[in-house]
């Protein structure tokens, strides 16, 4: 896992599977509150669902747990990518 600065990491993660239409973004905003991560969520014109966490990395850890837990039954596949944290965001937002 890649650490920045202050011990933070970031993920990027893309989902498969029936993640569209099902709530997945607004359901990964909703666990983002509940942690101490930010990032974004959005869907891609391909039928995925992309996600990017950035915290430490218990806590981006945890959230991930947290959408896998939520929204697991939806997920066919998950990849996963770790990216250099940008320590510029403030909070956890969908994107468009």
Sequence with gaps: MTTGDAGRVRVRVVYSGRVQGVGFRASAVELSRR???????????????????????????????????????????????????LGEERRFEVRY
Excluded: W, Y
């Design 35 to 85: 942690s101490a991560v930010v990032g974004f969520v959005r869907n891609l014109p391909d039928g995925t669902v992309e996600l990017e966490a950035e915290g430490t990395e218990r806590h981006v850890e945890d959230f991930l747990a947290a959408v896998q837990r939520q929204m697991g039954g939806f997920i066919g596949r998950s990849t996963r990518t770790d990216v250099t944290p």
